[in-house]
């Protein structure tokens, strides 16, 4: 007789992650020089793991699709699979880095108070233009 484990109960921060692979090693990963060595997608999931965000909340500060960066981070989309300049330098800004960083680990890598600023602030953004009130066209 086969006895299967109970099933795993998503707890909210289970439900904020893309993936459960993602931990504080990585938010130590994006502090350390060793992120240049890492791939793209490395870099975007240490950079949004810092910024303590989800997948879907960063692809929105950041202007894009909502399951955007959940794609990248599963090498679905990147440097190699065409992904666009204009992602790129949106992601760039709103991880106040830049984009030849995200994409190659090259220049300087930004500094974790900078990466939490810029994010808390798109995000602040995002949440005031959707307060905004609609305005009929003439």
């Known amino acids: 007789m086969v006895t299967r484990a109970p099933a795993a109960r998503m707890t909210d921060a289970s439900q904020n992650s893309c993936t459960d692979s993602h931990s504080s090693a990585i938010v130590r990963l994006a502090m350390n020089d ?8 490395a870099r975007i999931a240490a950079l949004r793991a810092l910024a303590d965000v ?10 894009l699709a909502g399951g955007h960066v959940a794609l990248i981070e599963a090498g679905k989309l990147g440097a190699a699979r065409g992904l666009e300049g204009p992602t790129l330098r949106k ?16 220049g ?14 798109a995000l602040a953004r995002l949440k005031r233009s959707s307060k905004a009130p609609a305005v009929e066209a003439a």
């Open 34 to 41: 060793n992120i240049r060595k890492q791939g793209f997608a």
């Open 91 to 106: 992601l760039a800004r709103v991880l106040a880095t830049s984009a030849e960083y995200l994409r190659d680990g090259t």
């Open 54 to 63: 989800s997948c879907r909340a960063l692809s929105r500060a950041a202007g």
């Open 108 to 121: 300087e890598a930004p500094a974790p108070d900078a990466v939490k600023r810029a994010v808390a602030r």
